[in-house]
């Protein structure tokens, strides 16, 4: 029976360390796709996937670490990209970000 504990723990620890690395050579093309976007709205998304890929990153230290304390760091980092995302959308839409309707 231990044996395939040690088992299960030595490939959950191979799965977690291939995707770190194919998360991080996403990284490095994203960062590319943001410095290099042919428009806005490439760019835009290009931080969105990087906001996907960080939540990626706190689950799988999570998993790595053996803890549930980074699941709220996971939730915040999905929510201030969502707020980025919104943001940069409307500025790419209409010029602004926030509405001043002073009639």
């Not at 042919?38 to 931080?47: E, I, K």
């Not at 915040?76 to 959308?89: D, K, M, R």
Request: charged share 15%; aromatic share 2%; proline share 2%.
């Amino acid at each position: 029976m231990i044996a395939i504990e040690k088992l299960t723990a030595h490939l959950i620890s191979i799965c977690v360390t291939i995707s770190i690395v194919g998360i991080a050579i996403s990284l490095i093309l994203l960062l590319y796709r943001i410095m290099k976007g042919p428009t806005n709205p490439d760019r835009a998304v290009g931080l969105d996937v990087v906001g996907v890929n960080l939540m990626g990153i706190a689950a799988l230290a999570a998993i790595m670490l053996a803890t549930d304390k980074l699941n709220d760091v996971v939730l915040l980092i999905g929510i201030l990209s969502f707020l980025g995302t919104v943001g940069i959308s409307k500025y790419l839409e209409k010029g602004v970000i926030i509405d001043r309707d002073l009639d």
